[in-house]
């Protein structure tokens, strides 16, 4: 039995996280003729399709859908041996992390862990993206270094995650708005004027959930796709923002919140990587700052809380 060709899992992990031969050739740096070439050469040792025609696009097979995980853990394993154990200098570390979290954990969080990563390691440089879903995709193909947020149905199941803090939804309202003033009841907050928050635009949520067993229902005025929106919105107008407490800390500076007079299921939100990146020192180093940085943070907001 001859030797498998071990450079075909290199391109078959581009192929399948690709979907593609055009994009999987510029990732690769190969003419589509040379990668058209190697699938079917992938073809021939699998056994398998892999990729079928679906429309303009290809589209995995089932078997290709099974392999795909495995693959890649193969090659990361695979350039993890090959790579040079370095010992972490942080003053001659060069290296841009892509981090993708809400906007509102950027500025809750943000301003602290660039100032804590530029004091330790000033050459490296965060690049904050946007997160318009709960995907792992990013994650998994390498464009995200590090995401924060909450684990969902959709979160890869490969995909590490550490807790860096418990959160509660609270109300929050302009100075001066009616409900500034007075005991919070179940009546006042469900005849005001709401806020929704759904980056998938729909309009309900686990406020509405929490409403429902008591036959009452929120007048939804706007959707939203974010909490620092929310904020900004009910900054200026008689609208109500609900919105995690601890997550939102900084936007809420000269608003009034207040504890819904519904229960509702505290969050947990989290640090999330990909496997591939468990042993890199960088990329450890980078966590702990992440979750010093929120603990700190979180800590001096108590402790304010507590004087006042």
Not at 48 to 61: C, I, Q, S, Y
Request: net charge positive; aromatic share 4%.
């Amino acid at each position: 039995m001859s030797k498998p060709d071990f450079n075909l899992l290199i391109t078959l992990d581009v192929l399948l996280a690709e979907g593609s031969v055009a994009r999987a050739a510029r990732r690769l740096r190969l003419s589509p003729s040379a990668m058209s070439r190697a699938l079917a050469r992938l073809r021939e040792t699998t056994g398998d399709p892999l990729l079928v025609r679906a429309g303009r696009g290809l589209v995995p097979t089932p078997r290709a859908l099974e392999l795909r995980e495995r693959v890649g853990r193969l090659v990361q394993d695979a350039e993890s041996v090959l790579r040079p154990a370095e010992k972490l200098n942080l003053k001659q570390l060069v290296r841009t992390f892509t981090l993708r979290t809400s906007e509102g954990f950027v500025e809750n969080f943000g301003a602290g862990l660039i100032a804590r990563v530029g004091e330790e390691a000033p050459g490296v440089r965060l690049c904050f993206v946007q997160k318009p879903n709960k995907e792992s995709a990013p994650l998994r193909d390498g464009t995200v270094d590090l995401e924060t947020g909450v684990v969902g149905e959709t979160t890869g199941p490969e995909v590490r995650a550490q807790a860096l803090f418990r959160d509660r939804f609270i109300g929050v309202v302009r100075k001066g708005h009616p409900l500034s003033r007075g005991e919070i009841t179940l009546s006042r907050y469900v005849t005001g004027r709401h806020i929704c928050v759904s980056r998938r635009g729909l309009d309900r949520g686990p406020i509405d959930d929490a409403l429902k067993p008591f036959g009452l229902q929120r007048e939804i005025v706007t959707i939203v796709g974010g909490f620092s929106t929310a904020l900004a919105l009910a900054r200026t107008s008689d609208l109500i923002a609900t919105v995690p407490e601890r997550h939102t800390g900084n936007l809420r500076a000269g608003m009034h919140s207040f504890p819904l007079p519904v229960s509702t299921s505290e969050i947990t939100v989290s640090l999330l990587w990909h496997p591939r990146l468990d042993a890199d020192p960088a990329h450890r180093w980078l966590r702990g700052c992440v979750r010093d940085t929120c603990a700190e943070q979180l800590t001096e907001s108590s402790t304010k809380g507590t004087s006042k």
